[in-house]
């Protein structure tokens, strides 16, 4: 199955700095997502990016399909950032229904 | 806007006993996808269904199984709990290839 890589594993920033966290993936994909995990436990939809480029707000994301990489950029971090941020891929197969790859994200940490 | 809805949002059950977990879908979208979260793990896709049919499936056990009803909401039954079963299930929707979350039920097996 498709391999999906996260970096850092862990991030710790003062507030107000700027991060890039990269995926790695292994295979040519159809879907590829970024999510943030609340300390709650809630994943939030961040981008849903299989190419290209998307802003939203003080984020951004980059995805170099033809080089098999996406870029998620979080700028003028706030406290209410920290959590952890997972990348997932999806390659489909015919059905349109295949499930997520998750990568083993990247725990970022803003202290105040 | 319309969020997918998860039922219960916590469950406690004993070891070797039974729980059914609910999903609602966003209204319009054709596609359910179930996966488990252990503690400190990342999401693992377990099953998915199209058009009240399934779909994929990924690492789910034989204990467990699901369906898609009429409506489009779907339920996974999971049978004989064992301790390492306590995870959080979230459930997905989708009508293309986007998939949207909902806020996951946490369960204990004790």
């Known amino acids: 199955g498709i391999q999906v890589e996260q970096s850092p594993p862990d991030l710790i920033l003062q507030e107000g700095a700027n991060s890039t966290l990269r995926c790695n993936f292994s295979?040519?994909?159809?879907?590829l997502q970024w999510f943030h995990q609340n300390p709650w436990g809630q994943l939030i939809n961040l981008f849903y990016?299989?190419?290209g480029t998307k802003q939203n707000g003080r984020l951004s994301a980059t995805t170099v399909a033809t080089e098999r990489y996406s870029l998620l950029y979080i700028s003028s971090s706030q406290t209410t950032d920290s959590g952890v941020y997972f990348c997932a891929v999806a390659q489909y197969s015919g059905g349109g229904a295949d499930g997520l790859t998750f990568g083993k994200g990247t725990h970022l940490i803003i202290q105040p | 806007a319309a969020g997918v809805i998860q039922s219960p949002r916590h469950l406690i059950k004993e070891k070797r006993e039974t729980a059914t977990l609910k999903c609602y879908p966003i209204p319009r979208h054709d596609t359910v996808y179930w996966y488990q979260q252990g503690p400190g793990q990342d999401p693992q896709f377990l099953i998915s269904f199209y058009e009240k049919m399934q779909s994929d499936k990924g690492s789910i056990p034989d204990r467990f199984s699901a369906q898609q009803f009429s409506d489009y909401h779907s339920e996974l039954n999971m049978s004989s709990l064992e301790l390492g079963d306590s995870a959080l299930y979230f459930c997905?929707?989708?009508?293309?290839?986007?998939?949207?979350f909902g806020p996951g039920t946490r369960l204990t097996v004790t």
């Open positions: 997905a929707s989708g009508s293309l290839y986007e998939q949207y």
């Open positions: 295979d040519s994909v159809n879907n």
């Open positions: 990016i299989p190419s």
